[in-house]
């Protein structure tokens, strides 16, 4: 399971675009890249999922290098709503022993 | 939308007894999971669950944890003996693992208060 390393904490004003990296140098050639979202007292909710290059969905877009070294979530005009903790994860399609990291916990400013 | 769901939402014991959490996944779902947070920190995973049973497990899930389909829609979390340390948020997740897609939809979760 590949190790990933993302920013503790950041802080956005609404209205703006956020891009939260994630860094996965480990990662193996069959991995995929999985985002989860987070809220105070529920439980994870999936975002986005990708393998390379863009994926975009109603919600999020997924960018990721040809390296795959890295990747970025991004969430365009961000509104108090996404307020939350947003988990990167890397892992094999069908691999059951998910790890959640710390995370990054995203401040949403009025 | 199906949802995972989870009973009760809240749970109150003492040191020692026993607790049994409940979880009903979404209906046409494989795959279900245990995960627990400890108030502050990360979500773990405990266990995952195929055809009827355990097929990965973590450290934490010793024996004091079992898990149990016992019909065709709930899924449980047992905790024989409760301990301080076992207070938590506990989350059932389930998903069809389809291809590459691995998507695991997560309940509302179940706060154990172990006094």
């Known amino acids: 399971l590949a190790k990933t390393t993302q920013p503790i904490s950041m802080d956005s004003y609404e209205g703006q675009e956020v891009n939260i990296t994630c860094s996965h140098n480990?990662?193996?050639?069959?991995?995929?890249i999985t985002w989860y979202q987070q809220f105070p007292s529920q439980g994870p909710r999936f975002i986005i999922q990708?393998?390379?290059t863009k994926v975009t969905n109603e919600v999020a877009s997924l960018f990721i290098p040809a390296d795959r070294k890295s990747s970025t979530l991004s969430l365009p005009r961000v509104s108090l709503s996404d307020t939350a903790v947003y988990y990167c994860l890397v892992a094999l399609p069908g691999y059951q022993k998910v790890t959640f990291g710390t995370g990054t916990k995203l401040q949403v400013i009025p | 939308e199906p949802e995972v769901t989870q009973t009760p939402s809240h749970q109150v014991t003492q040191m020692g007894q026993e607790v049994i959490l409940r979880c009903v996944p979404i209906?046409?779902?494989?795959?279900f999971y245990w995960y627990r947070q400890i108030l502050g920190q990360k979500v773990e995973f405990l266990v995952s669950?195929?055809?009827?049973?355990?097929?990965?497990k973590s450290e934490i899930f010793d024996d004091q944890f079992s898990v149990e389909r016992p019909d065709g829609s709930n899924f449980t979390l047992k905790i024989r003996s409760t301990k301080l340390e076992d207070s938590a948020m506990y989350f059932c997740?389930?998903?069809?693992?389809?291809?590459?897609?691995?998507?695991?939809?997560f309940g509302p979760g179940t706060r154990l208060t172990v006094l």
């Open positions: 669950f195929y055809n009827n049973e355990i097929s990965e």
């Open positions: 209906s046409n779902h494989l795959y």
């Open positions: 480990n990662i193996a050639t069959n991995d995929y």
């Open positions: 990708g393998y390379k």
């Open positions: 997740a389930s998903n069809r693992q389809e291809g590459g897609y691995n998507e695991q939809f």
